[in-house]
């Protein structure tokens, strides 16, 4: 059930007019249990870090972001992609996390606390069965989310919506969006007191792990040891080995001891031990701020070369998705003028590797020069960082109005308006829109990219 001291605490809030600050300072860091590193986990972050103003009230709503266009708009419909809340670490990673605690037990030298902590205080806990698996804080991760899009658009996000069956609930097969998908009903259930029985959500792979079902990206990507080319020079370049030698220094080991796995195993340790524990963990202690940005330069590499721009199929393959949502959004303005709206809301559970195809096809989060090994430097200011775009409950949420000139797309980000790519209006008629995705409206058939020549 919904955390109910967080309701309490919320409500308290209100009551004594306690703010929370959404800055884009650091003021949040200045919090002793949140590691000065915490903004640089990629998709290992936790969603309080891309709004820090959930921290102090994890209830809040910044109402300025959830305006209709203009005081003559009427929300008629939502879409939303998710992704599933915080989990465990994959198997694949325990082994090389019980690798470097191995090697700091037995090997490491030196009188500070924080490594004296690491050998006396804390335990290997993560085990190869949680893989990948949800945990409590992703759990609620959704049941709080659930709560405030329903108090950012209660009109549309409603009880009456879900009697009369204009819900709409999807899910992946896999069990942290089944647990995720389940805890989100869960915030609803609990915020109208209603009854869990009510909610229904159906399983469906084909939309939300399209990168399974499509062919040409198995083949040319996720089973190509060449795809990911960039990550591999990258991890041998000098900023790189800077870091796996600070590590060695701080351990007081040989340099030969830390290898890029074991640097970037401890990294992970300090990201998971923070989102599914909020502690600063002393394995947070190995890294400085400019270790931190390597690691996470080398993450978004990986993202932008698997999931990204870095391959024309990764965006390719989210082409389902894609038509899956303007049709939906088309629908519903077919209907909207006979002013009946069958589908007022679509809730759609997936992973970061259905968001960020997804977002990358929309032609969002573009740089000028693609991410690779060797410009770094050149990238610190980069668009594409996927902590910022798709932390754990990442949520791009599309919202339909009725205005008098016309229907209205609104597109919000984990909460915060998004503008489409070349539009200069924050919620542009659905039509200028469309006019935008035209070429992959008209095309992008999934069956035709995904499909590989029969020799292959």
Same mark, same amino acid.
């Given at each position: 059930?919904?955390?109910?001291?967080?309701?309490?605490?919320?409500?308290?809030?209100?009551?004594?007019?306690?703010?929370?600050?959404?800055?884009?300072?650091?003021?949040?860091?200045?919090?002793?249990?949140?590691?000065?590193?915490?903004?640089?986990?990629?998709?290992?972050?936790?969603?309080?870090?891309?709004?820090?103003?959930?921290?102090?009230?994890?209830?809040?709503?910044?109402?300025?972001?959830?305006?209709?266009?203009?005081?003559?708009?009427?929300?008629?419909?939502?879409?939303?992609?998710?992704?599933?809340?915080?989990?465990?670490?994959?198997?694949?990673?325990?082994?090389?996390?019980?690798?470097?605690?191995?090697?700091?037990?037995?090997?490491?030298?030196?009188?500070?606390?924080?490594?004296?902590?690491?050998?006396?205080?804390?335990?290997?806990?993560?085990?190869?069965?949680?893989?990948?698996? %949800?945990? =409590?804080?992703?759990?609620?991760?959704?049941?709080?989310?659930? *709560?405030? #899009?329903?108090? &950012?658009? @209660?009109?549309?996000?409603?009880?009456?919506?879900?009697?009369?069956?204009?819900?709409?609930?999807?899910?992946?097969?896999?069990?942290?969006?089944?647990?995720?998908?389940?805890?989100?009903?869960?915030?609803?259930?609990?915020?109208?007191?209603?009854?869990?029985?009510?909610?229904?959500?159906?399983?469906?792979?084909?939309?939300?792990?399209?990168?399974?079902?499509?062919?040409?990206? %198995?083949? =040319?990507?996720?089973?190509?040891?060449?795809?990911?080319?960039? *990550?591999? #020079?990258?991890? &041998?370049? @000098?900023?790189?080995?800077?870091?796996?030698?600070?590590?060695?220094?701080?351990?007081?080991?040989?340099?030969?001891?830390?290898?890029?796995?074991?640097?970037?195993?401890?990294?992970?340790?300090?990201?998971?031990?923070?989102?599914?524990?909020?502690?600063?963990?002393?394995?947070?202690?190995?890294?400085?701020?400019?270790?931190?940005?390597?690691?996470?330069?080398?993450?978004?590499?990986?993202?932008?070369?698997?999931?990204?721009?870095?391959?024309?199929?990764?965006?390719?393959?989210?082409? &389902?998705?894609?038509?899956?949502?303007?049709?939906?959004?088309?629908?519903?303005?077919?209907?909207?003028?006979?002013?009946?709206?069958?589908?007022?809301?679509?809730?759609?559970?997936?992973?970061?590797?259905?968001?960020?195809?997804?977002?990358?096809?929309?032609?969002?989060?573009?740089?000028?020069?693609?991410?690779?090994?060797?410009?770094?430097?050149?990238?610190?200011?980069?668009?594409?960082?996927?902590?910022?775009?798709?932390?754990?409950?990442?949520?791009?949420?599309?919202?339909?109005?009725?205005?008098?000139?016309?229907?209205?797309?609104?597109?919000?980000?984990?909460?915060?308006?998004?503008?489409?790519?070349?539009?200069?209006?924050?919620?542009?008629?659905?039509?200028?829109?469309?006019?935008?995705?035209?070429?992959?409206?008209?095309?992008?058939?999934?069956?035709?990219?995904?499909?590989?020549?029969?020799?292959?």
């Amino acid at each position: 059930m919904l955390n109910k001291l967080s309701l309490v605490l919320a409500s308290l809030n209100v009551i004594i007019g306690r703010f929370a600050i959404c800055s884009a300072g650091n003021a949040q860091y200045a919090n002793p249990n949140i590691p000065t590193i915490a903004k640089y986990f990629g998709t290992k972050g936790r969603y309080e870090e891309v709004n820090p103003h959930l921290v102090d009230d994890i209830l809040s709503v910044n109402k300025s972001n959830v305006e209709p266009p203009s005081p003559d708009c009427k929300a008629v419909h939502i879409t939303a992609v998710l992704r599933h809340g915080t989990r465990y670490p994959s198997s694949k990673y325990v082994k090389d996390m019980k690798n470097i605690y191995g090697l700091v037990l037995t090997k490491a030298n030196g009188t500070e606390s924080w490594l004296r902590d690491l050998k006396t205080q804390w335990k290997m806990w993560y085990t190869e069965e949680m893989d990948g698996h %949800i945990v =409590d804080k992703g759990r609620d991760d959704h049941r709080h989310l659930a *709560v405030r #899009l329903a108090t &950012s658009f @209660p009109t549309l996000i409603s009880a009456e919506n879900l009697r009369n069956n204009r819900f709409q609930f999807f899910t992946s097969s896999k069990h942290r969006c089944v647990a995720s998908i389940k805890a989100f009903e869960e915030g609803l259930a609990t915020f109208w007191k209603t009854e869990e029985s009510q909610f229904k959500h159906e399983e469906n792979d084909e939309l939300m792990r399209f990168f399974d079902q499509c062919r040409r990206y %198995i083949h =040319d990507v996720a089973n190509n040891r060449t795809a990911l080319a960039e *990550v591999d #020079l990258f991890r &041998s370049r @000098p900023e790189m080995r800077r870091v796996q030698e600070k590590v060695a220094d701080r351990l007081q080991v040989p340099y030969s001891d830390i290898t890029t796995d074991l640097v970037e195993a401890a990294f992970l340790l300090c990201a998971y031990d923070f989102a599914i524990k909020t502690e600063n963990s002393p394995w947070c202690i190995l890294f400085d701020e400019e270790d931190a940005q390597v690691l996470e330069y080398m993450s978004d590499l990986k993202q932008f070369w698997k999931r990204g721009y870095g391959h024309d199929i990764n965006r390719k393959s989210s082409c &389902s998705l894609f038509h899956d949502m303007f049709s939906r959004l088309d629908r519903v303005a077919n209907e909207s003028r006979f002013g009946e709206v069958t589908e007022a809301v679509t809730v759609q559970m997936g992973h970061a590797e259905t968001l960020l195809p997804l977002l990358t096809l929309l032609g969002l989060f573009q740089d000028e020069l693609p991410l690779n090994s060797s410009n770094y430097a050149a990238q610190r200011s980069r668009a594409f960082r996927s902590g910022l775009v798709v932390p754990y409950a990442a949520n791009l949420v599309l919202v339909l109005y009725d205005c008098q000139a016309g229907l209205r797309l609104q597109a919000l980000l984990n909460e915060r308006p998004l503008p489409f790519p070349n539009i200069p209006h924050p919620a542009p008629l659905y039509h200028t829109v469309k006019q935008a995705y035209q070429q992959l409206l008209q095309g992008c058939s999934f069956k035709k990219e995904c499909e590989l020549p029969s020799h292959t």
